[in-house]
């Protein structure tokens, strides 16, 4: 295990806080009881808020470098753009610019560990970087989106990137619809990144303000990171969370685990990877469910019919799951 800054930024409310502290808890259940003991000094937690009491308060055994937040610091954050993802980037590019010589990892709080996380914390080689996982060609983003009814924006921005080049280091370089939206739930950043910050904050800002999608972080870490990296997925290790049918399931289960378990019990190494093995396999089903669900509403039959049978398969005695499938079929779309 080498050197590393493990990142959070978790600030506005309690149920965003705790998010945050499980992820920590379940990292350390999945690494050596040691790694974040006073002695160990390779790895270092540093958590970006505005609340460092309410941390401290449940996690009394943890090693962690606060940096308080302000209200003013979280707006300066923005730097007059209003995309509140911008702050991710900017964690990141302090972070760096205050450990310069140290490899970097920044975990968005709506995460999980529930597999061995020891190949997250060995060497980072200058040309490799980890994200969360590979989600999607660029040249599909409009039929994914429509669903939602958020086409517009990956539409502008294929049309931005499709009528100008850009610069990577002074370089230029082209992004096409072949490229891929990686999700940057996760992101494992050599030392050597640091060189790239300008460029991310340069392409988050344009990206958001020609397209106003709220991924625009995400694909700048990912345009840059494949044109200059290898990448390599981190989701058969971390469970992410990000969709509010899934927020909402999990907040409930950690508000739950909180509220009857004391901080001495919450660091049970063994506890914590049975229960987050579990909890895994309900995020990735509810997301299943949810895609059957949003397609059967919107009458996108083939594909909804597919995730339908895909969750049923999984659990076919669950009666809720009917439920909501049925519901979904005589559903007029909106």
Request: aromatic share 14%; charged share 25%; net charge positive.
């Amino acid at each position: 295990m080498t050197k590393k800054n493990i990142v959070f930024l978790s600030y506005g409310n309690e149920p965003e806080y705790l998010r945050a502290i499980f992820c920590i808890l379940s990292l350390s259940a999945w690494l050596s009881p040691k790694a974040f003991s006073n002695n160990f000094d390779e790895l270092k937690l540093i958590i970006y808020t505005d609340n460092p009491d309410f941390f401290a308060k449940h996690l009394p055994a943890f090693n962690i470098e606060f940096v308080f937040l302000s209200a003013a610091s979280l707006e300066e954050m923005l730097d007059n753009k209003g995309f509140f993802h911008r702050r991710k980037v900017d964690v990141i590019d302090r972070t760096f610019k205050r450990y310069p010589d140290t490899d970097l990892l920044f975990i968005d709080t709506d995460t999980f560990f529930y597999a061995d996380a020891e190949k997250l914390f060995s060497q980072y080689e200058k040309g490799t970087s980890f994200m969360h996982k590979r989600e999607y060609r660029l040249a599909k983003a409009v039929n994914i989106f429509s669903v939602f009814g958020q086409e517009q924006h990956p539409k502008d921005f294929i049309k931005l990137i499709e009528s100008r080049s850009f610069t990577i280091r002074s370089e230029k370089v082209d992004f096409t619809t072949d490229d891929y939206s990686w999700n940057s739930g996760v992101l494992g950043l050599s030392k050597y990144f640091a060189h790239y910050m300008p460029d991310v904050f340069r392409l988050t800002d344009t990206f958001y303000l020609h397209s106003k999608w709220f991924i625009s972080e995400q694909l700048a870490f990912a345009l840059i990171l494949q044109k200059t990296t290898s990448i390599e997925s981190t989701n058969d290790v971390i469970a992410h969370y990000w969709g509010k049918r899934q927020k909402a399931l999990i907040d409930q289960k950690i508000k739950q685990l909180f509220s009857e378990k004391s901080p001495t019990t919450l660091i049970n190494s063994k506890m914590l990877r049975t229960l987050t093995i579990k909890w895994q396999n309900l995020v990735a089903n509810d997301v299943i469910l949810e895609q059957a669900v949003l397609s059967l509403q919107q009458k996108y039959w083939p594909y909804g019919i597919k995730k339908a049978l895909q969750i049923l398969l999984k659990e076919p005695f669950n009666r809720n799951i009917y439920s909501q499938i049925l519901r979904a079929m005589v559903t007029n779309p909106t």
